[in-house]
């Protein structure tokens, strides 16, 4: 599974969204959402930024968790130097 279907697959998780709530909020199939969730697919740089504007339409605090779980190895690298 790709980083990103693993860091939606514990957002999904943790704030009891569901795939359909994500999904229709995306304007998507359910099942897409469950493509990556369960690694078939991974969603492209295009699609991560969707899913986080979907996620922070639901929930802000799952929308910044999943960008902190996706990026978060980059962006703390990066203070670091």
């Known amino acids: 599974m790709g980083k990103a279907g693993e860091a939606l697959k514990q957002v999904l998780a943790t704030y009891s969204i569901s795939q359909n709530k994500l999904a229709v909020t995306m304007g998507i199939r359910r099942w897409d959402v469950g493509r990556w969730v369960h690694g078939r697919t991974d969603p492209t ?13 639901i929930n802000s605090e799952a929308a910044l ?6 990026l978060g190895d980059i962006v703390q690298g990066e203070e670091d130097s």
């Open 65 to 70: 968790e999943f960008v902190r779980l996706y």
């Open 45 to 57: 740089g295009d699609t991560i930024a969707e899913i986080t504007k979907a996620l922070q339409g």
